[in-house]
């Protein structure tokens, strides 16, 4: 499967972003969708996945109550709805695709999250 992520951009702390990842094929709904996020200089981090179906999420403890990860199988497409973003939230953030969220086999090429203080 291929990943394409976007909606990255500049955003003033505690404004939104919306990321999506749109996935080429028809397997789209076979995969946990994962969102990571590496920051200049920090490991690449995990911070939401959502299940095949949908029917189940698990956040980073940084994104609780703030980002919520959300997919369109129809659409194979997978999306991030930041909110209340921080400074420390800014990073460039990949999906990725796998057996299980939180394990990726496939990654797309990152978006880059600016946050303005």
């Known amino acids: 499967v291929q990943l394409q992520a976007s909606g990255g951009g500049l955003v003033q702390a505690g404004g939104s972003l919306r990321l999506s990842c749109a996935a080429s094929?028809?397997?789209?709904?076979?995969?946990?969708m994962s969102w990571f996020r590496q920051a200049p200089g920090k490991e690449r981090e995990f911070v939401a996945g959502?299940?095949?179906?949908?029917?189940?999420?698990d956040y980073a403890d940084s994104a609780k109550g703030r980002f919520t990860i959300s997919r369109d199988n129809a659409k194979s497409t997978l999306y991030l709805q930041m909110n209340s973003l921080k400074s420390e939230d800014a990073a460039v953030y990949y999906c990725?695709?796998?057996?299980?969220?939180?394990?990726?086999?496939?990654w797309g090429q990152g978006t880059l999250v600016t946050v303005s203080s």
């Open positions: 959502i299940t095949r179906n949908g029917g189940s999420t």
């Open positions: 094929g028809r397997l789209f709904s076979m995969y946990a």
């Open positions: 990725a695709a796998g057996m299980r969220t939180q394990v990726p086999v496939y």
